[in-house]
């Protein structure tokens, strides 16, 4: 007899199930699935022990007739597609006809359906792969499966499960995931006997504010974006709020919950520049393309997809996230986070969420615009008694940042506005601003300011061969170095944007990434890390006195600053504190 014979079926379906199912979880997954195939618009799921015990999944849908309940749990059975070339325009969730099969071998599955055009409803049982002969049935229009002690018959995975609260948790994330995804069905997730959901048919933005909570609908800002054969929809939120943690990602591509690297990335690198140090994005967004663009074929939990221009891809979602969230502070009202999460955490930084203002660059010298003078004069000049009542801000609809009051330590700026105080960190707010010009400015070319007097500064030989070396790049970034010897150089000319800078300081960074990344890469790959650099050291430094027109002017120029509420290390550039705020703090009105 040869070594080699083929594996019974029972084992086929075993070995798929260690594939498909690797927690009570993944049954739910498919469960739920299936139903919104079927076209249900209520689907009730209803779990105990975490879903080792018990899942049962009842819907609405289309239903199965009895001819078809046997082959529904049969291995590579389904009326989702027919021929190879329907594999490569997917439409449904499922298509590969294993999932019933899978479960049933596993556990002991009941499936009892009636068809929506049969006035009688039949049942099937599946005890560890050992299928039954259907029977009569009492159940609605729509199909209930119930599945009952999973791994019953595979110890060796069942040993495997965590507890009962470990494996519901799984489970509330996969009912969550297909909630999202489909906001026009109802849905209600019952654990132990406890109702845990009940979420009626409503608009996505209902249906995650009801599923990701008050925080993310408050702190969320929209994207909705078109291109050819494909449309981008949904919330991001704002770099201010968010978190370490990696539980806030939502991605769905045509309502299928998916793990993408490309997608991933893309929306990584719109959030580069504005997330401090490890927060992680947080998004909840829908992806609908053209089923023939993209491959859902790739892994039998059908959370992975690849898409046929990829590239293209990336570079839409990555420029949708970024128009999204490049908000100037004058973009939206500020929000008290006072009323949600109480005085302690009043101070959250409101970025805004208008569409971009893209100016173009000039000297880094904040010019002044025509300053309410008169207003100046009431709060803080002399006024008659008739006048001592609290000014009106002028243009207050105009400037959101409102006006400064004061300097606080020579670091933060006090202004008031018509919600409050406004609190601002001079030096953050300023690099943001210089960041987007010099962003700008180098799409073509950084204009160079010659220095009156050179600045000379002792350098390294290596600083010195690096400058020589990279001539033309420091030309291009607005810089002009000479050598003056083995180990001095003579800064000669620095960006028009930075002349303010210490010149010796911002020479010494820029040669130092110069030798770390090469000057190919200081004009691509690392451009943005560079001009961040040079921005922080061109930005007005800590304990500086500033006069208030000039402060006046910082404000402007952050209300049309693009991701003007971070800076460019993803710190919080400025926070509203309400007039309510500050009535608590005081415990006024109690």
């Not at 995931?177 to 489909?182: D, K, N």
């Not at 506005?417 to 073509?444: C, F, P, Q, T």
């Not at 200081?522 to 402060?551: K, N, W």
């Amino acid at each position: 007899m040869g070594a080699i014979h083929a594996l019974p079926d029972q084992l086929i379906n075993q070995i798929a199930a260690g594939e498909v199912l690797e927690r009570p979880a993944a049954a739910l997954k498919e469960l739920l699935e299936n139903s919104l195939d079927a076209s249900a618009t209520q689907i009730d799921v209803d779990l105990a022990a975490g879903g080792i015990k018990l899942i049962r999944v009842a819907d609405d849908g289309s239903g199965i007739e009895r001819e078809d309940l046997a082959l529904a749990v049969a291995r590579h059975a389904t009326s989702k597609i027919t021929i190879a070339s329907d594999l490569e325009a997917i439409a449904t969730l499922g298509f590969r006809g294993e999932a019933l099969a899978s479960i049933a071998a596993v556990s002991r599955l009941a499936l009892a359906s009636r068809s929506r055009s049969k006035p009688h409803a039949w049942r099937i049982e599946v005890d560890g792969g050992q299928v039954g002969v259907p029977q009569p049935a009492a159940v609605a229009s729509g199909t209930t499966v119930t599945v009952q002690e999973l791994y019953f018959n595979t110890p060796a995975r069942r040993k495997f499960l965590r507890t009962d609260g470990t494996e519901y948790g799984h489970c509330e994330e996969a009912f969550r995931r297909i909630a999202l995804s489909h906001p026009e069905v109802a849905f209600t997730l019952q654990h132990n006997g406890s109702i845990r959901y009940r979420l009626l048919a409503q608009g996505r933005r209902a249906r995650a504010d009801a599923l990701l909570g008050d925080a993310f609908a408050m702190h969320a800002a929209t994207v909705d974006a078109y291109g050819p054969g494909l449309r981008l929809m949904g919330w991001l939120v704002r770099p201010a709020y968010a978190t370490t943690a990696r539980d806030g990602q939502y991605l769905f591509v045509n309502g299928r919950f998916v793990r993408d690297r490309v997608l991933s990335h893309a929306l990584r690198e719109a959030y580069r520049d504005v997330l401090h140090n490890e927060r992680q994005p947080a998004y909840a967004l829908w992806l609908t393309i053209e089923p023939r663009l993209v491959d859902v074929n790739v892994h039998p939990t059908k959370t992975e997809v690849r898409f046929r221009d990829s590239g293209a891809l990336h570079r839409f979602v990555q420029r949708a996230a970024e128009q999204a969230l490049a908000a100037t502070a004058a973009e939206q009202p500020p929000v008290s986070a006072a009323e949600k999460l109480g005085v302690a955490a009043a101070l959250l930084p409101p970025p805004g969420t208008r569409q971009p203002v893209n100016a173009a660059p000039q000297q880094v010298a904040m010019s002044l615009a025509a300053e309410p003078a008169a207003f100046y004069a009431r709060l803080f000049g002399e006024r008659p008694d008739s006048a001592k009542a609290s000014p009106d801000l002028p243009n207050e609809d105009d400037h959101p940042l409102g006006f400064a009051l004061a300097q606080l330590h020579g670091i933060y700026v006090l202004a008031q506005n018509r919600n409050g105080l406004v609190l601002v960190d001079m030096h953050a707010a300023h690099e943001r601003i210089l960041y987007e010009r010099l962003k700008s400015a180098l799409d073509r070319t950084l204009p160079m300011q010659p220095l009156l007097v050179p600045a000379t500064f002792a350098a390294d030989p290596l600083d010195v061969a690096t400058a020589e070396e990279n001539a033309e790049v420091l030309a291009a970034l607005g810089f002009s170095l000479s050598t003056l010897g083995p180990m001095t150089l003579a800064v000669r000319g620095v960006p028009a944007l930075l002349t303010d800078a210490d010149t010796v300081t911002l020479a010494r960074a820029i040669l130092g990434d110069l030798r770390e990344f090469g000057g190919s890469k200081v004009l691509t790959t690392q451009r943005d890390e560079l001009l961040s650099t040079m921005a922080c050291h061109g930005a007005v430094r800590a304990h500086r006195s500033m006069p208030l027109p000039e402060i006046n002017a910082l404000l402007r120029e952050m209300e049309a600053t693009e991701r003007a509420g971070q800076c460019n290390h993803g710190r919080p550039t400025w926070y509203q504190l309400t007039l309510t705020d500050l009535d608590r703090l005081f415990l006024r009105g109690r």
